[in-house]
């Protein structure tokens, strides 16, 4: 069965930082394209960054790029976002997709808060 589980969300005050993981079981973790995604209240999910499987290819979403990394441990099967200079507008649920031959899986999501 495959399995996706997001960590790392929390509330963290605007300019500050959080590192997001998504520990991946239930299949073969380097063989998989991986994403993240975001949905604020009441809007839409959006696309934030994906990884090649090996890691070496990386894109980001306009709004994100110069202030988040996705990276990936494919020893430890685990997927990253590390969110610098975060603004109240990354408020939003964060969920890892994986793309396994042509199906997308879904992590639960984990909540991020950007407040004062």
């Known amino acids: 069965e495959v399995q996706l589980v997001e960590s790392g969300g929390g509330l963290v005050q605007p300019g500050g930082s959080l590192r997001l993981s998504c520990a991946a079981s239930g299949f073969t973790f380097s063989t998989s394209a991986m994403s993240w995604y975001r949905q604020a209240l009441e809007k839409g999910r959006e696309w934030v960054a994906a990884?090649?499987?090996?890691?070496?290819?990386?894109n980001y979403a306009d709004s994100v790029k110069g202030r988040f990394t996705i990276s990936r441990d494919n020893a430890k099967n685990t997927l990253y976002l590390q969110m610098n200079s975060l603004k109240p507008e990354d408020t939003a649920v964060y969920y890892c997709?994986?793309?396994?031959?042509?199906?997308?899986?879904w992590g639960q999501g984990t909540q991020v808060t950007v407040s004062s």
């Open positions: 990884i090649s499987r090996a890691g070496g290819i990386t």
């Open positions: 997709k994986a793309l396994i031959s042509t199906d997308n899986y």
